[in-house]
């Protein structure tokens, strides 16, 4: 099964709005990370935000939030005020336990965000 | 802060040859670090995970004499693509999660080595 879902292969949204990129995930671990990336057309992952399985609010960094709704097991991710400079690719992915610093990253299909002028 | 930097950015090699590319994290101390490639238009694929002063954990399904991978200080490890071939072409990223401090939640990602085979 998989651990990570992201069912939107692309999404367009126009400059200065906010878009909801999707992500579900599916884990028994009590104990596990969200994170969201973003890859532009250079390759290179950038981190935007994370948040733990037990943080009690909402994680947001700047433009960036994440809609955390653990009983859904859900974690999208919201990007405000878009800016044309936000096309890229997006990749949520999933740690599994946060103690020890050998556990890994698995990554959603990734979304490819396209903001139009 | 949080910087890990990865070299060669871009490698084309004859078929045959070995590659090596090395991870450093600038600013932190990692012990481990973890091997990513990625395929075009597709996601991450986790090859195997760096463990400083120990032996690589390997993914089902990764070669590890392919894929030959040291981690001799706590910030460097390298990757060795050995006898090199066309299907091993890719983009190969490294990442490293900080040992301690206010970001050792978080994991921090090389900019990557795309590295074509001929």
Known sequence: AQ?????????????????????????????????????????????????????????????????FQKARKSANLVISASQLGDSAMYFCAMREGHVSNTDKLIFGTGTRLQVFP | GAVVSQHPSR?????????????????????????????????????????????????????KDKFLINHASLTLSTLTVTSAHPEDSSFYICSARPLAGPLHNEQFFGPGTRLTVL
Request: proline residues 3%; hydrophobic residues 30%.
């Open chain 2, 11 to 63: 490698v084309i090699c004859k078929s045959g040859t070995s590659v090596k590319i090395e991870c450093r994290s600038l600013d932190f101390q990692a012990t481990t670090m973890f091997w990513y490639r990625q395929f075009p238009k597709q996601s991450l694929m986790l090859m195997a995970t760096s463990n400083e002063g120990s032996k690589a954990t390997y993914e089902q399904g990764v070669e």
């Open chain 1, 3 to 67: 651990k990570i879902t992201q069912t939107q292969p692309g999404m367009f949204v126009q400059e200065k709005e906010a878009v909801t990129l999707d992500c579900t995930y599916d884990t028994s671990d009590p104990s596990y990370g969200l994170f969201w990336y973003k890859q532009p057309s250079s390759g290179e992952m950038i981190f935007l935000i994370y948040q733990g399985s037990y943080d009690q609010q909402n994680a947001t960094e700047g433009r960036y939030s994440l809609n």
